[in-house]
């Protein structure tokens, strides 16, 4: 197998990007459009959610590859948002990624419950948001198998548990490194 020259591997790496439907929800206007114009420059299509209840609203007509939300939120909480992702037959296929703060680190058990694939932290470098976010959806997603009535999802709970606790973790260490 021939190795890929660095021109090559960014244009396979945006060709990936480029075929990967993103769901923001995020409730901050500054931060919907900082992390909605970092995730359209690394080459993903980006759809914009303002609330949980926005979000479930465009779920029922369209299907991202990926959502990732806010925690705190007016109305549905991104905990909430993720278990209802997650419940609904048509949609627990879909990777969930929860938006977070070193703050939010406190709700580790919320966080493990909500059923949720992977965490990303908010930078504010552009280029760690989007390699966070690019880690999450290699790291994080879940493959369903439907046979009949019967649907499975391959990420077992400790596996989840594992991924997200070794997520926070990495991002702690960056964000000290910063």
Same mark, same amino acid.
Do not use: C, W
């Given at each position: 197998?021939?190795?890929?020259?660095?021109?090559e591997?960014?244009?396979?790496?945006?060709?990936i990007?480029?075929? =990967?439907?993103l769901?923001?929800?995020?409730?901050?206007?500054?931060?919907?459009m900082?992390?909605?114009? $970092?995730l359209?420059q690394?080459g993903?299509?980006v759809?914009?959610?303002r &609330?949980?209840?926005?979000? =479930?609203?465009?779920?029922?007509t369209?299907?991202?590859? $990926?959502m990732?939300?806010?925690?705190?939120?007016?109305g549905?909480?991104?905990?909430?948002?993720?278990?209802?992702?997650?419940?609904?037959? &048509?949609?627990?296929?879909?990777?969930?990624?929860?938006?977070?703060?070193?703050?939010n680190?406190?709700?580790?058990?919320?966080?493990?419950?909500?059923?949720a694939?992977?965490?990303?932290?908010k930078?504010?470098?552009?280029k760690?948001?989007?390699?966070?976010?690019? =880690?999450?959806?290699?790291?994080?997603?879940?493959?369903?198998?439907? !046979?009949?009535?019967?649907?499975?999802?391959t990420?077992s709970?400790?596996?989840?548990?594992?991924?997200?606790?070794?997520?926070a973790?990495?991002? !702690?260490?960056?964000?000290?490194?910063?």
């Amino acid at each position: 197998m021939e190795a890929s020259t660095p021109e090559e591997s960014t244009k396979e790496t945006d060709t990936i990007n480029s075929q =990967l439907n993103l769901l923001l929800v995020e409730d901050t206007l500054t931060q919907s459009m900082y992390m909605s114009h $970092a995730l359209g420059q690394a080459g993903y299509q980006v759809t914009l959610a303002r &609330s949980g209840e926005k979000a =479930l609203e465009a779920l029922e007509t369209f299907r991202p590859d $990926a959502m990732l939300t806010d925690i705190n939120m007016p109305g549905i909480s991104g905990f909430d948002l993720v278990r209802k992702l997650k419940e609904d037959d &048509s949609t627990q296929g879909i990777t969930a990624i929860l938006l977070l703060t070193p703050a939010n680190l406190k709700d580790a058990v919320e966080i493990l419950n909500s059923g949720a694939d992977g965490i990303v932290f908010k930078s504010t470098l552009a280029k760690k948001f989007v390699e966070q976010v690019k =880690l999450a959806l290699q790291q994080g997603h879940s493959s369903a198998l439907k !046979i009949g009535d019967l649907s499975h999802t391959t990420n077992s709970t400790l596996e989840k548990s594992n991924h997200l606790f070794l997520s926070a973790y990495q991002q !702690i260490l960056d964000l000290q490194s910063q």
